[in-house]
């Protein structure tokens, strides 16, 4: 006994309708609640500068140097001349995603590769390093801190 063919055509597009319509329901929903900011939270563009300590310790003295976060420039050396160790206290957003430094600096000519400490203390939250190292007596790279 084999069946009747049109009857199990009727029941597998029944089965493929009961398994289509949540499929939809999951592939093509909307979202219909509007995100709600927890209380105490800002969004990052509105959050408040705090003032916050940076400082670059180097290995051998740099010739320039120049620490950027975003178009701020927060250390060159038009407002500091370089050291083995510099420091400068500024107000700036520290967003709780992390916070990029560009730092830039060059060295004289046959200086090995160096290393440069970056520290990074905004008030109310614990000091963060990392080290960068030069390459060909030059540095030009990205400093990522997270908190």
């Known amino acids: 006994m084999r069946g009747f063919p049109p009857i199990h055509l009727l029941l597998l597009i029944i089965a493929f309708g009961l398994i289509a319509v949540p499929l939809s329901h ?10 709600t900011w927890i209380s105490g939270e800002l969004p990052e563009d509105t959050q408040e500068p705090v003032k916050t300590f940076v400082r670059l310790r180097f290995a051998h003295l740099p010739t320039t140097v120049e620490v950027k976060q975003g178009n701020q420039v927060l250390m060159s050396e038009k407002t500091t001349s370089p050291s083995l160790a510099m420091e400068v206290a500024t107000k700036m957003v520290v967003p709780k995603e992390g916070l ?9 000519e046959n200086t090995p590769s160096t290393a440069v400490a970056v520290e990074v203390e905004p008030d109310g939250k614990s000091l963060r ?8 007596s030059t540095l030009g790279d990205v400093c990522s801190l997270t908190w």
């Open 26 to 35: 999951l592939t093509f929903a909307r979202p219909t609640t509007v995100a």
């Open 100 to 108: 990029e430094l560009l730092v830039n600096a060059t060295w004289p």
């Open 129 to 136: 390093s990392q080290t960068l190292w030069s390459v060909d």
